[in-house]
């Protein structure tokens, strides 16, 4: 046999071809069998993009009004004239006086004298109060007793038992029929009894009203010449009766005075006369108060005779000038 001598380099690359061609021989032959899956591209995700927070504006506190200080004024110290009397003249405390006019703790006086005297600081009035309803009102003011339906119990029955119409049972107990049950109870309003035969029945006097309660003016208010007019306001007790009325008092305590006025209102406010200013220049301490009245008949005059119908309000002070403060002279 011939020998056959081949190179390294050859032998090398010959059985490169020979790897070459095996590849694209199995090659075919998977593709023919569909053994080769492509791969499948994966999705990338997308970030979902947050949303920033809308700012928002930041109001500024309201500002709340600030009441102003009056600043004091001049009094000249008479004969008869003490600490503790010119305090209560005006409305304000001894001490107050002691401390803005530098006085010893016993408070020495002298005729001719000039005292600064405080305004009295006026205080915040209370909330007003909510005023009932005309009809609730009525309601709560009628004289009732409370009942339980008992076996054979109709409301006839039980509105002759109580001398009561029985449409004032239903109106009061909101029934729309004439149904009751065994159990029920029912709101019996005795200040709609009818009226039994024989001398006329005494009328029933409705009960008290609460005390009313004072808004304007604060307490302690100063007013001076540059006012007019002096408004005085409280709260509703409720609707009044056509014989009813509130009684307004107001009263001059500065010493030596011991004016006063007593009218007669419906409305639930009072303008004080002009004709009561005082005519000086000095600080007038007013009292004055509120109460429901009622109309009990006339007087041999004629005149209307009042009766307190409810509770009296609190009383309250306002000081009033009348004329103007005369100037400290300079030395």
């Known amino acids: 046999m011939p020998e056959v001598t081949l190179s390294l380099p050859i032998a090398l690359g010959m059985l490169v071809l020979f790897l ?24 990338t995700e997308t970030e979902t993009p947050t949303d920033s927070p809308t700012p928002t504006d930041t109001s500024l506190p309201t500002a709340q009004p600030t009441s102003t200080v009056q600043p004091p004024f001049t009094y000249t110290v008479a004969g008869s004239d003490t600490c503790s009397g010119i305090a209560y003249q005006f409305g304000v405390s001894v001490n107050s006086i ?13 005729v001719g004298q000039k005292l600064k005297i405080p305004y009295p600081t006026a205080t915040q009035p209370p909330l007003p109060t909510d005023t009932p309803q005309a009809a609730d009102a009525t309601k709560a003011a009628c004289d009732h007793v409370v009942v339980t339906v008992q076996q054979n119990d109709t409301l006839s029955s039980i509105a002759l038992n109580y001398a009561v119409p029985i449409q004032a049972i239903k109106d009061f107990n909101g029934l729309s029929t004439d ?83 007593v009218d007669y209102v419906t409305d639930t406010k009072y303008i004080v006369p002009t004709s009561f200013r005082p005519n000086d220049n000095i600080a007038h301490v ?46």
Request: aromatic fraction near 6%.
């Open 179 to 261: 149904n009751v049950f065994l159990g029920q109870s029912l709101t019996i309003p005795l200040c709609m009894r009818a009226a039994t035969p024989g001398p006329t029945p005494t009328p029933t006097i409705p009960p008290p009203y609460p005390a009313p309660n004072l808004l304007l003016p604060a307490d302690g208010q100063a007013f001076t010449l540059a006012d007019d007019v002096v408004t005085l306001q409280w709260a509703s007790i409720g609707t009044l009766r056509p014989n009813e009325e509130y009684q307004v008092t107001i009263e001059d305590v500065t010493v030596d005075e011991g004016r006063r006025i």
């Open 20 to 43: 070459a061609v095996g590849a694209v021989v199995v090659y075919v032959g998977l593709n023919a069998t569909k053994r080769i899956v492509n791969p499948t591209p994966v999705p």
């Open 98 to 110: 002691i401390i803005l006019n530098n006085l010893a703790a016993t408070c020495p006086l002298s």
């Open 286 to 331: 007013m009292r004055w108060w509120v109460v429901p009245v009622r109309n009990d008949g006339t007087d041999s005059s004629g005149q209307p005779i009042w009766d307190p119908a409810g509770a009296q309000s609190d009383q309250r002070v306002f000081t009033w000038v009348g004329a103007a403060i005369p100037a400290t002279p300079t030395p």
